[in-house]
């Protein structure tokens, strides 16, 4: 079973740092299907929970994921795969 | 009742409220034209809406001389009939909220109609500062945050 | 008084004379050009002559709203200001939110001209179509907030908007900016030293005047309903909750916050000066908007223990917090606070306040400053309290180095020598924003062509690197595939900053705001036109809006090519073009010369452009219609 690592960016009542979860995942499972599984169990206050789950952006070991294929990439050990909305400027 | 409330701590001074209400009622985006106007204190990063509150005796039916203001009891509401009113502001002086004011190309008055029982300022405020309910929900609302200050729980209103 | 949308009204102010006058635009010219920033090129080229001095009576100030400023148009409260620009000797137009443009327009103006210079310090009080200069001698060395609080209790009225400027652009610092309704700011380029050196102080408007639209129906429920999508879109959200300082983390995590004057990408504790961390540990006490937008990623805060002393006013926004913080190397929450309120009250631009003060650091850490010459501070990255003290020095040019750095870093390297150009982040004269061009190449060649210099708020490929489904989408509209959505590609991004500089246009010029438009794309092309149809009541495609978008950025490269500008100044800063990044997920990328080349070969064919020089061709000119006025560039 792989061992993971996520960071989240928005969740719960506190936002800022790093926000590091540690996890370990059924072989085989995809970046789509540990979305699902993030989304399903995070409570109603959360931000990635509440929004437009097409405007998530997910990195995979530092690299944006276009979502085509990359949704569908298993997950291997070590990985760290980060949920945020990117904006920039200001 | 149904009545406007504010949670100032909500408003952003956006002023969309005034850009919704001057259209809606005068056809142009005027906010010296609107119903609703926010009142700004910047050094402290604090921002006021004035709407009318729809008093059940209100100070701008009574001290009108023509009865051009009056209460619809239909929604209730004060409307302001613009025929009949003679342009003395004596309503907008009246008002204990300044939320009663003056046309002066028209010559006539005008205060808030809750736009016939939806108004256009709450669904324009994206904020949810501006709120449209029962009054006394407003009082449930803040018995409950006062009693959950005492019983050591996070406050929900 | 109503006023139809597309009738708009110049007012025009000589303050060498005292006279002021106004002027019908034509329906067609708002057509052609789209009003705000597109007009108001227009009337800097044919009005300003080549060469002038940028500092001289010769030099007009153009504010402009943008057509749909002070409708119900979502996010639509945007003003552009337009000059020669000081710092760089070429086109600058800064953009700015607030209040200031909606309340022009109430009072009757869509354009304030603003040439010559006043015998001594005035300001202007614009109320309900008339215009009076008033003395502003009391005014003159206040910072920008006593200015406005002075200026509205002396003319009786709390609802006057300000456009301000404080010390810094009263002592023409290089890098000095305009204050509209304290919260906002038309920062970059020394526009605020052209009002200083005209001896303007303020801009003071009020107006009770009404807008009206053509097709008042269609043009509210639409508008309403796109305000309604922004309200849904998490980027706006996003926004809302922790401001434009919330991308922080996201930064971090991609190893692409500049550090340390652009040589490194991260800096440990920058988690401290997050959009997250004001609002989690207490800074954040308030949100701001800007006229008709329900996004309201303003900030306000107040410091808690109060290191530098008690702040309580506008808090820092994303570039802030890099260029006073991490390009400082500085992580301190009060400290970037109290630097941003200084900056907002003399009236400086936090961007250039940033990066000048880190390039002094890093000239210092290299022995080409001494301390001597520093006038005893230490100026090691890190040291905040010198950081603060600069800021004052710099708004007063106090001092030698005060004085050196208040004319940028572009001159100011030139005086200091050695290498220390090799580390000047700029270009043009203007300096680079805290955005690493080596690891995103749209951006990159959008900094490159940019007309006012290296920086993103006159072109910004936010949808380069494909963040979203929505800018996914969107690449593969302008390129033919999605997977052109690749910051790391040079393929296609001609494309991509060429699609970006027309929609930018266009937003400037019915004076939306950019992030609604190129983060978010609640607002687009499409329903801009509609929205610009509506209110003139016509029918207006996005073809068209698109190409008057086109046509405003040829003009402004006009403008330029007069002023001497050619191909080899289309470049980014040394660093960014010699220095690989050195560490994190993107080390080793660079946007070096070759490819650089590689894609303004790519632009300017394009664009129909002289590759060689850079000049549009006859041709160009001819199919947007631009043959006649910008006919004087192709004789060259």
Request: proline share 4%; with cysteine.
């Amino acid at each position: 079973m792989p061992h993971i690592r996520l960071r989240f960016f928005g969740l719960g009542s506190r936002a800022s740092g790093s926000h590091l979860e540690t996890r370990f995942v059924p072989e085989g499972t995809t970046i789509q299907e540990l979305l699902e599984s993030v989304r399903s169990s995070a409570d109603d206050h959360d931000f990635l929970a509440r929004m437009n789950e097409r405007q998530v952006s997910i990195l995979l070991n530092g690299k944006l994921i276009r979502r085509a294929e990359g949704l569908q990439t298993i997950l291997g050990q070590e990985d760290v795969v980060t949920f945020m909305v990117l904006v920039t400027g200001g | 009742m149904d009545t406007l409330s504010v949670d100032v701590e909500k408003c952003t001074a956006c002023r969309a409220c005034e850009l919704a209400c001057s259209y809606t009622h005068e056809g142009v985006f005027a906010p010296h034209l609107a119903r609703i106007r926010v009142v700004r204190f910047m050094d402290q990063g604090l921002n006021v809406p004035i709407v009318c509150v729809n008093c059940a005796r209100p100070a701008c039916v009574d001290v009108c001389p023509t009865g051009a203001v009056h209460i619809d009891r239909s929604v209730p509401v004060v409307r302001i009939n613009e025929e009949e009113c003679i342009g003395c502001g004596e309503c907008v002086r009246a008002c204990p909220f300044g939320a009663a004011d003056f046309n002066d190309d028209k010559e006539v008055a005008f205060m808030c109609d809750l736009c016939g029982g939806e108004p256009v300022c709450v669904t324009h405020c994206i904020y949810g500062a501006l709120t449209f309910e029962p009054v006394q929900t407003i009082a449930q609302r803040k018995r409950r945050a006062t009693a959950e200050a005492y019983a050591g729980r996070e406050i929900t209103a | 008084m109503i006023r139809d949308i597309g009738s708009q009204r110049i007012l025009n102010v000589d303050l060498s004379s005292g006279e002021t006058w106004v002027e019908e635009l034509p329906q067609e010219e708002l057509l052609r050009f789209l009003g705000g920033r597109g007009v108001a090129a227009r009337m800097l080229y044919e009005r300003v002559p080549p060469g002038i001095d940028p500092l001289g009576p010769e030099n007009i100030l153009i504010f402009s709203p943008g057509t749909l400023t002070g409708t119900s148009a979502p996010s639509s409260g945007r003003s552009s200001v337009t000059c020669k620009g000081p710092a760089t000797g070429l086109y600058l137009k800064v953009n700015a939110g607030g209040h200031l443009g909606a309340e022009l327009k109430y009072a009757g103006f869509d354009y304030l001209v603003i040439r010559g210079v006043a015998e001594h310090p005035v300001y202007l009080w614009i109320k309900d179509g008339e215009v009076e200069i008033r003395d502003a001698r009391h005014l003159w060395g206040l910072g920008t907030r006593e200015a406005d609080r002075l200026v509205k209790e002396e003319l009786g009225d709390d609802e006057i908007q300000t456009g301000l400027i404080g010390p810094a652009g009263e002592n023409k610092v290089l890098f000095s900016c305009i204050i509209f309704s304290q919260f906002s700011s038309a920062s970059r380029g020394g526009v605020g030293a052209v009002m200083g050196s005209k001896n303007l102080k303020a801009i003071a408007a009020r107006g009770s005047g009404a807008l009206r639209v053509a097709e008042g129906e269609e043009f509210f429920d639409l508008a309403a309903q796109i305000r309604q999508e922004l309200a849904q879109d998490p980027e706006m959200e996003f926004s809302y909750r922790w401001g434009t300082a919330g991308s922080i983390p996201g930064c971090v995590e991609l190893g692409q916050l500049p550090s340390y004057n652009f040589s490194r990408v991260g800096i440990d504790g920058a988690e401290k000066l997050s959009g997250q961390y004001l609002e989690d540990e207490g800074y954040l006490t308030g949100r701001e908007s800007c006229f008709s937008c329900s996004t309201a990623c303003h900030r306000f805060v107040r410091t808690k223990v109060h290191r530098y002393g008690e702040v309580q006013d506008s808090g820092p926004e994303l570039e802030t917090v890099c260029s006073l913080g991490a390009e400082c190397g500085i992580v301190d929450t009060e400290a970037v606070i109290k630097g941003n309120q200084l900056c907002n009250d003399y009236g400086l631009d936090t961007i250039s306040a940033g990066h000048v003060i880190s390039w002094a650091m890093e000239c210092y850490e290299k022995g080409l400053i001494s301390e001597k010459q520093a006038d005893g501070l230490d100026l090691h990255f890190g040291n905040d309290v010198s950081m603060l003290e600069l800021i004052r020095r710099i708004a007063s040019r106090e001092g030698l180095l005060g004085d050196l750095l208040a004319n940028g870093t572009k001159q100011a390297a030139e005086e200091v020598g050695g290498d220390s150009w090799k580390w000047a982040i700029q270009a043009k004269g203007l300096e680079q924003s805290a955005i690493d061009t080596r690891m995103a190449k749209g951006y990159a060649l959008a900094f490159a062509v940019n007309p006012r210099g290296p920086d993103h708020l006159m072109t910004e490929p936010i949808a380069e690197s494909g963040p979203t489904e929505e800018a996914r989408h969107l690449i593969g509209k302008i390129t033919g595939d999605e997977k052109y959505a690749d910051a790391t590609l040079t393929e296609k991004r001609a494309d991509i900053v060429r699609w970006h500089e027309d929609c930018y246009a266009a937003t400037d010029g019915l004076g939306f705001c950019a992030f609604t438009s190129t983060a978010s794309y609640a607002v687009n092309p499409d329903n801009m036109a509609q929205l610009l149809g509506h209110a003139l009541g016509i029918q207006f495609s996005e073809e068209q809006l698109m190409l008057a978008g086109r046509r405003i950025v040829t003009l402004e490269r006009c403008f330029n090519v007069r002023e001497g500008a050619r191909r080899e100044d289309d470049v980014l800063p040394w660093r960014m073009m010699n220095e690989p990044v050195t560490e994190g997920p993107q080390k080793g990328l660079i946007t070096d010369k070759e490819e650089l080349d590689w894609m303004l070969d790519q632009y300017y064919e394009m664009h129909g452009w002289d590759p060689q020089t850079g000049i549009p061709t006859p041709k160009t000119l001819k199919d947007l219609g631009l043959l006649e006025s910008c006919g004087d560039i192709v004789t060259d």
